[in-house]
């Protein structure tokens, strides 16, 4: 099992920045993927930003290209993601997952933190 533990969240304005940070322990050495998703208030979950723990390739949902940037750090094992000119449609809770290696889905999760942007 990998265990995983966000920080970062809070309340920004409207056009401004937060880093989030992820702490992986346990089995580190299966992760293949990390990723951060969110939810906000009657949506679904979805795949904000992922990043390849080997070779550190990214990908990045449409709402967040230009704006977020995913990286991790494999000494560490730290993930982060920086928020930059963040909007109200931004505001959710972000949790940070991985899938480990010979699965299709991101299965371990952390507890989240929430992200609110005011207007």
């Known amino acids: 099992q990998v265990q995983l533990v966000e920080s970062g969240g809070g309340l920004v304005q409207t056009g401004g920045s937060l880093r989030l940070s992820c702490a992986a322990s346990?089995?580190?050495?299966?992760?293949?993927?990390m990723g951060w998703f969110r939810q906000a208030p009657g949506k679904e979950r979805e795949l904000v930003a992922a990043?390849?723990?080997?070779?550190?390739?990214?990908y990045y949902t449409d709402s967040v290209k230009g704006r977020f940037t995913i990286s991790r750090d494999k000494d560490k094992n730290t993930m982060a993601l920086q928020m930059n000119s963040l909007e109200p449609e931004d505001t959710a809770v972000y949790y940070c997952?991985?899938?480990?290696?010979?699965?299709?889905?991101?299965?371990?999760w952390g507890q989240g933190t929430q992200v609110t942007v005011s207007s």
């Open positions: 997952s991985a899938r480990r290696i010979l699965s299709t889905v991101y299965g371990d």
């Open positions: 346990g089995r580190t050495f299966s992760i293949h993927y």
């Open positions: 990043i390849s723990w080997s070779d550190g390739s990214t």
